[in-house]
């Protein structure tokens, strides 16, 4: 038998007279499906004084919260679906940009806020102070939701950390989310962008939708997002001008005096053809290469502060596609942010690289 032969079937030369042969992998290297499903194996730290202590440059959230839907429920199952969305174990390589992520971002998945159902309010309060301990933390959030509705809470958390900096919100979706009700109750997940105006979490002028579609919102919801100086992409613009034109004028404008962003992605701006795992699927929407390299251009050119993908619903998923596809909006997230840190000089976390990829493609 060659090196190479022994290698690669994890035979270990070292091994004591009598001991294991073969290697013991760590948990990290093992296969995706085996150990606890953090997000990309990682490092769970969900205390706030580890998290203090530690200060990693990400944390992944979950908000496991759906009592606010007006429509299909199951995205409070979204943060466990898309934490095991991967066949990836060990270090990573972005063919996309270049990068092993790892090598330069030290990123821990802080684990769930802790919801119970039945209690938007205190849903709500309680993914607000998992974010803001997160963000105080110095950890930018990336935030697994979840209905649309957590985007409140959390972008809201993000607001006060980065105070008195003034904070953009970038929001994909096939949906405004500025109704000022929905039957009634204020906090729904048509409702989330409307509370983050109102509360001056955000100014109107520096909020902006892209992928917008389809048959809602009415006129009046439209008149007052005039008023409070929202700007708006439909995806007609997109079919038009094409993705990367739209997002550049997008960042433009949440930018314009913010120095900050928030990025906020509902999986159904994706076509539900791409992405039929979610609560209210809107045909004619973005593809997933769009979105994700839409997303690579947004966290490559600005100061990423907060991050959240929402909507993901399990029971209508197919083959773990939509998670996926959120799944990838996360590292593609994390693969930009890395990339900005190593051109800016930032040295590598460990000399010599990060552990070793042990996982592949089929």
Sequence with gaps: MTDEDRRIRGINDEAPPGGDPYEAY??????????????????????????????????IV???????????PGARFGPRAIRQASYHAGAINSLQLGIEPFDYLDVVDAGDAPVVPMDIDRGHEVIRRKVLEVARAGAIPIVLG????????SASAV???VA???LGIVHFDAHADT?????????????PMRRLIQSGAVSGRNFVQVGLRGYWPGPSTLAWMREQGMRWHLMTEI???????????????ALDGPEVIYLSVDIDVVDPGMAPGTGTPEPGGMLTRELLRAVRQIVGSVELAGMDVVEVAPPFDHAEVTATAAHRCVLEAIS?????????????????????QTSGGG
């Design 146 to 153: 979840g209905d649309h509705s957590i985007t409140y809470p």
């Design 26 to 59: 760590d948990d990290f290297n093992l296969p995706s499906y085996i150990g606890l499903p953090s997000f990309q194996k990682l490092p769970w730290i969900t205390e706030a004084a580890a998290l203090a202590e530690r200060r990693p440059h990400v944390a």
């Design 336 to 356: 930009a942010l890395a990339v900005r840190r190593r051109d800016a000089g930032e040295p590598k976390l460990h000399a010599g690289g990060n552990v070793s």
């Design 179 to 191: 109704a000022l009700s929905t039957w009634g109750n204020l906090r729904s997940h048509g409702t």
């Design 159 to 161: 607001a006060e950390a």
């Design 164 to 166: 008195p900096r003034g």
């Design 239 to 253: 079919e038009e001008r094409g993705a990367e034109a739209v997002v550049a004028d997008a960042i433009a404008e």
């Design 62 to 72: 979950g908000a496991p919260f759906d009592d606010a839907v007006s429509h299909r």
